[in-house]
Nanobody, 120 residues
Framework: QVQLVESGGGLVQPGGSLRLSCAAS????????AGWYRQAPGKQRELVAA???????NYADSVKGRFTISIDNRKNTVSLQMNSLKPEDTAVYYC??????????????WGQGTQVTVSS
């Protein structure tokens, strides 16, 4: 079992920055892959950014050049640095990660979501 706790959301003005973090607890050996998703009111959840254990990254076109996803395996943490935020980035952000546990089992877990609101 892996528990995820997200933090870093909040209210920010257009052009501002936020850093989201997703910290995992449990018998984790490594993070195989991770992603950040978001869901705005009335819209489907969409993938914003993804990263693999080898460091390969993919971003939605709408956030390329503004968002950066990273993994810290020492802290079992996945982060999303968001710069030049726009009102259309307003959504609940969720982290998702695939973990390799110490016993060799693989587990996929979701965070509880954190609200990001971009408004003046």
């Amino acid at each position: 079992q892996v528990q995820l706790v997200e933090s870093g959301g909040g209210l920010v003005q257009p052009g501002g920055s936020l850093r989201l973090s997703c910290a995992a607890s449990g018998s984790i050996f490594s993070i195989n892959a991770a992603g950040w998703y978001r869901q705005a009111p009335g819209k489907q959840r969409e993938l914003v950014a993804a990263i693999t254990s080898s460091g390969s990254r993919n971003y939605a076109d709408s956030v390329k050049g503004r968002f950066t996803i990273s993994i810290d395996n020492r802290k079992n943490t996945v982060s999303l640095q968001m710069n030049s935020l726009k009102p259309e980035d307003t959504a609940v952000y969720y982290c998702n990660a695939d973990y390799l546990l110490l016993g060799g089992r693989r587990v996929n877990s979701w965070g509880q979501g954190t609200q990001v609101t971009v408004s003046s």
